[in-house]
Each structure stands twice: as C-alpha cells, then as structure tokens.
C-alpha cells in the first residue's frame, strides 16, 4: 500500500472516543476562542460606544457571513476530499486538491477586498443601515475589508492541517491568533479610542499573522503548489462543500431578515436586542459546528474507506454528546440569561436589556436541537452528498424563516421573532432526522 510523507492512516483508527477527542474538541476550543472574541468585543463596544455600535457591527454581519461563505465551501469541500483520498490512499489527488484550493481561495480573497472597499458605503446602505448606524458600520467594514483574503485563508490551511491530521497544532495557531486579536482590539477600543474601526482593523492583522503560523505548519509549504490546479476539482470541492456553504449563506439570510424586521417593529434597540441573543446563540452554535465539522475528517475518512459500521458507531457517539451538550447549553442560560444580558449594554439601554432579556428566554430553546441539525448537515457532507445537506441548510436559514417572519411578527410583533428562530430549527431537525435514517441506515444508496 502507498504511504504519504504527509499522513499516517493510523492516525484515523483509534477508539472512537479518542478519535473525538483528538479531531472534536480542538476545533470546539478554536470555535469558543472565535465566540469568547466575538462576545468580549462586543461587550467592550455596547459598555464604551453604545447600543447603536452593537447594532452597526450587526448590520454587517451579512456581508460577512457571505465571505465566509466562499471561503467555507471551498475550504470544508477540499477537507472532504483530501480525507475521502487519505482513505483510499490516492494521494496525488491530495496534492491536486491542496493546490487547487489554495490558488483559488488566494485570487478570490484578493478580488472580494478590492470590490468591498471601493463599494463599501453603498454596500452598507443596501444592508439596511439607517443613518444611526450607518457610520457605525462604515467603520468596522473599514477596517476589516483588506484583510478578507488573510482571514479566507487562515480558514482553508486550518481545514487543510486538519484533514492531515495536525489538528492540535493548528488549534494552537487558532488559539493564539485569537487571543491576539482580542488584546488588539480592546486596545483599539478602550485605550487608543479608534473605535470600530480600530477593533476590524486588529483582527485583520492578527489573522495575516495566523496565516504565517499556519504555513510553518504545513508538512512543507511547498505541498500547497505540489499539484496541478484543477477546474474540475474545483467543481467538485465546490459541490461537496457547497452544504456548509449555505449554511453560512442562511444564517447571512437570517441575519438580513431579522435586522429588517427588527428595525420596523422596534428600531435600532431591537437590532441592538437581537445581536445580543445572536452572540449567545452564536457561542452554542459554535460548540455545535466545532464538534460536528471536527468529525468531518473522521467521517469523511471511513466513508472512503468504505467502513460503514464503523462510521453509524461515530454518528452514534458524536450524536450523544450534541444533545448533552444542547441540554447544558439550554440550561445555562436560561438560569444565567440576566448577567449575561446584562453584560453587554450600559445602565441607560433599558429597553434594549428588556428586549433582549424577552428573547433569550425564547431563543434558549432552540439549542436543544441545533446540535442534531449540524451533525446532520456535517455528516452528508463527509459522504459527499451535498444536495441532501444544502437542502437541510436551506429549510433551516431561508425557507422556514421566511415563512416565520412573513407570519408570526404579524401575530406576536416581537415575540414572534424570536418564536420564528425556535420553530425553524424544530422544524429543521425533523427533516433531518429523517434524512439521516433514510441515506445512511435505510436506503442501499449510502454505499461509496
């Protein structure tokens, strides 16, 4: 059997729990790092700049999470595939996807930070920006818009360092970049007064920083051009990745939605109320997407070798440990949910605290189930089956809540906000439940 210098297939047949630990929880403790930034920031930003600035960030959140959107299809679709060759032992298909990624994600990440900043006051007007946030907004895109190319990259050679099975030092890279990047934007912040400006502006850099660490890490720079760039492979990577890609694009599209019905029915408070909960919701998502697309390469690993029965025990155990963790994460805050409110605006944002205080306590519910929808989503990806997880992607971010908001703020004015969020992914775990039992333990179609 051929050996790459790269990659030890050992690497991929511990025991199941050990295998979760080595792949799941580094990438969980790089996702909670994200979320600590994200939730310290803004804290920093409600208690120092105001409600109104929480609200600007929220504005361009969207846009955002449509960058990342390229940047996950690409990186999660070219993970897959490198995992699904380390499996069949094809590891010149290895080097083609490397490369092939890499060069894109480069070329795109350059040609997104000229069009962002040369477009970025009109891009914020059609987020929806009112003129309170407007300047908000200008700020924190301001800073960020060139360095998207650093943080799409500092994304794929993660995932690439993943998939060769060096997920604790990439988790190392991550963490400290992180860190970094907190300390330099509550500078920003706090002490140098650059505002939101000066916070974008930090990460950016810590995150080109991250992208040298990540390159030292690599088996040998070199691997990321020891292919050939492929059009076909790109396709392909695009296709399979393509599930997490509109998972990120729904949650653009929830955001969007959301901020827009926000500001009818309670104006800049409720977009101040709902960026809160969101960063709540987003701490337990991350938990979520941590556990789940750290299995990718296990999953997608066995899927390609062709172990089955061993792949439905690793569904099984990583299932149990989503819905623990959805009980904890649901109890917590709803015992919890008044110091963190609290935490992040100043004594005079009392509407804004009761707003956000009314939806938490709604919100909570929905992180009983989010766990089993991203395993769900993570695991048609590792098998390659992207239609199956777009199509759960889809329901969850743009389809049900849709519907919900077409419906329910009508009804309910605010509360029917945060009740269109838990019903969408009630509804959302149901479809993928019965996704799940149909492909993988019923259907004679989950066979490589």
């Not at 846009?63 to 032992?89: K, Y």
């Amino acid at each position: 059997m051929p050996q790459s210098p790269h990659f030890d297939p050992a690497k991929m047949h511990g025991s199941i729990p050990m295998l979760f630990v080595k792949f799941a929880i580094p990438n969980v403790l790089v996702m909670l790092f994200f979320g600590l930034k994200n939730l310290i920031l803004s804290m920093a930003v409600g208690n120092t700049l105001g409600a109104a600035a929480l609200g600007g960030v929220s504005i361009i959140l969207p846009l955002f999470n449509l960058v990342t959107v390229v940047a996950v299809v690409i990186a999660i679709g070219c993970q897959t595939l490198v995992s699904q060759a380390l499996g069949s032992d094809d590891y010149k298909q290895v080097h083609k996807v490397i490369t092939t990624g890499f060069m894109s994600l480069f070329v795109i990440g350059v040609l997104i930070s000229l069009v962002v900043w040369l477009g970025r006051k009109p891009i914020i007007g059609a987020l929806g920006a009112d003129s309170v946030l407007f300047p908000y907004s200008l700020g924190y895109l301001s800073g960020l818009a060139p360095f998207i190319v650093s943080l799409m990259l500092a994304f794929y050679l993660d995932a690439m360092l993943r998939s060769l099975g060096k997920p604790v030092q990439s988790t190392l890279v991550m963490a400290g970049t992180v860190i970094l990047d907190i300390m330099m934007s509550l500078a920003a912040v706090l002490w140098l007064d650059l505002g939101l400006f000066g916070a974008s502006l930090a990460s950016g850099l810590a995150f080109s920083l991250a992208v040298v660490g990540l390159l030292v890490l690599m088996p040998t720079p070199s691997l990321l051009l020891r292919g050939k760039f492929s059009p076909k492979t790109l396709g392909k990577a695009c296709y399979v990745g393509s599930s997490e890609g509109v998972l990120e694009f729904s949650g653009a599209m929830t955001v969007l939605m959301i901020n827009h019905v926000m500001i009818s029915h309670a104006g800049a408070y409720g977009v101040s109320a709902y960026t809160v909960v969101g960063q709540v919701g987003m701490m337990v998502l991350l938990i979520f997407f941590g556990v789940c697309n750290g299995m990718i390469p296990v999953m997608a690993y066995h899927y390609g070798a062709n172990q089955l029965a061993r792949l439905k025990q690793i569904i099984y155990f990583t299932a149990k440990i989503v819905i623990g963790l959805g009980v904890l994460m649901f109890g917590a805050v709803q015992i919890f949910k008044e110091p963190i409110i609290a935490s992040f605006f100043g004594q005079g944002d009392k509407q804004a605290i009761q707003l956000a205080h009314d939806g938490l306590a709604i919100f909570a519910w929905a992180f009983l189930v989010q766990g089993g929808i991203i395993l769900a989503v993570s695991l048609f990806t590792a098998m390659s089956k992207a239609v199956i997880s777009a199509a759960i992607a889809l329901l969850r971010g743009v389809v049900f809540m849709a519907l919900g908001v077409l419906i329910l703020p009508s009804l309910f004015g605010v509360q029917g906000v945060w009740l269109t969020l838990v019903g969408s992914e009630m509804l959302s775990l149901a479809v993928s439940v019965g996704l799940v039992y149909y492909f993988l333990f019923k259907s004679a179609k989950n066979t490589p």
